[in-house]
Every structure is written in structure tokens, then in C-alpha cells.
């Protein structure tokens, strides 16, 4: 028995992003490993199959583009990006993984918002009292959803803070929060999006506040 894995990665026009993951297993063969490998779940013809099944959704919803990969066991089978509509930024692309994190830390919030135990209108603060964005006392104007549309004020640039130990990430939230002090950081938040991963990083702190879970066991 094996789990193979289509991982669906789809594009709007409004450019939100969400996943679609099927998981199913099947059974080749009892006997042993090498038989299974001698003949993979994934044949060309299913791969065609899954490739049309992919652009007959996104004809029929209107959805831009698409990047899709197979995974059967431990392999990579197929990488592969749909491009219906001449959307520029997939051309010829496959979209990275890193966003995906993202979407699964959006959705833990929304989550959360469900069952009332996270307000998006309610200061970061009241979730991380600790926090503190360099020496100009703008955490006192953050709100949860500033994270989730990326309109804190943090950018691209900020992100140096995640790579301060060499080769390495802080792996402790209270030490990155410690590092945050120490931005220049002086805009307010607004309903500009400007990039950061940092952003992402808070909110995941902010969702392992209001769970009472760390967040990768949320």
C-alpha cells in the first residue's frame, strides 16, 4: 500500500490562492518493494488524464492558471503549470511551495475566527503582549487582520531578521519575537500590502496563542 498525492495549487483572477489535495492509496502488490516499483501508479496515460481533468476545471471556473505535481512515495513524478488565460506571471512557472505556507496559516486563522477564538478587529497585541516592532510603538496600531492581508508595514526587506543565525532560522518563537525589536520600523499600518514573511510568522504565533497549541500541532 502506498498514498500518492496530487497537490493543486489554483490561481483566480482575483489572485487568491487555495489548495485542493486529493489523497487516495491503492494496493500494486503484497509481495515486496521491488515489484512495486516495476510498476508505478502514476502512467503516462493517467498523467494525461490528470492533466485534462485540471484544465477542464479551470475552463470551467474561469480560474487563470494552475501548477500542479504528482508525488507517489518519496518521488517527484511531474511538475506542471496551466496557463489558460495568458496570465504573465505563470508563464512557464511552477509556483513555489513557500506560499504555501501561507494559505494554511490563513486558513488556521479563519479557523479560529469560526469557532470565536480569534477576532480580526482585535489587536496583535491582545494575543502576543510581548511583541514590540523596533522603537516606535507601532504594535500599539496592528490588528490580526493587518497579518492576514499583509498591511502591517513590514516588507521584503525586514525578512533579514529570519536569517540572522548563519545557515539557520530562529527555531524559537520568543527568540524571533526578541529579534522584531530591533527593526527600523516606522510605517503605519495601512491598506497597503507590502511583502514579508514576517507577517506570516506573527500570525502563526498569533494562532498558537488563541488555540492554546503550538502551530504546527493546530
Known amino acids: 500500500m502506498f498514498n500518492a498525492f496530487l497537490k493543486l495549487l489554483l490561481v483566480n483572477s482575483k489572485l487568491f490562492e487555495f489548495i485542493i489535495l486529493f489523497s487516495f492509496t491503492t494496493s500494486l502488490f503484497s509481495q515486496n518493494g521491488t515489484q512495486r516499483a516495476i510498476v508505478p501508479f ?68 479563519y479557523k479560529l475566527r469560526e469557532e470565536s477564538k480569534l477576532y480580526l478587529e482585535h489587536k496583535v497585541l491582545d494575543y502576543l503582549p510581548n511583541l514590540k516592532l523596533g522603537a516606535y510603538g507601532k504594535e500599539e496600531s496592528i490588528l490580526v487582520k493587518h497579518l492576514l492581508d499583509s498591511s502591517v508595514g513590514l516588507n521584503s526587506s525586514h525578512d533579514r531578521i529570519l536569517h540572522k543565525k548563519p545557515q539557520n532560522f530562529y527555531l524559537k518563537p520568543n527568540e524571533m519575537i526578541q529579534e522584531l525589536r530591533e527593526l527600523d520600523y516606522n510605517q503605519y499600518p495601512s491598506i497597503l500590502y507590502e511583502d514579508s514573511h514576517l507577517n506570516y510568522f506573527l500570525l502563526s504565533e498569533v494562532i498558537a496563542a488563541a488555540s492554546g497549541k503550538s502551530f504546527q500541532e493546530f
Do not use: H, M, W
Not at 498523467?47 to 508525488?71: H, M, P, R
Not at 511538475?79 to 496570465?87: E, R
Open 42 to 109: 502514476f502512467t503516462d496515460d493517467k498523467k494525461n488524464l490528470i492533466q485534462t481533468y485540471i484544465s477542464d476545471q479551470l475552463n470551467n471556473t474561469g480560474i487563470v492558471g494552475a501548477s500542479y505535481i504528482l508525488v507517489e512515495g518519496s518521488e517527484i513524478i511531474q511538475k506542471n503549470s496551466l496557463n489558460l488565460l495568458g496570465y504573465s506571471p505563470l508563464e512557464n512557472k511552477v509556483l513555489p511551495f513557500g506560499t504555501l505556507s501561507r494559505i494554511f496559516t490563513t486558513l488556521a486563522a
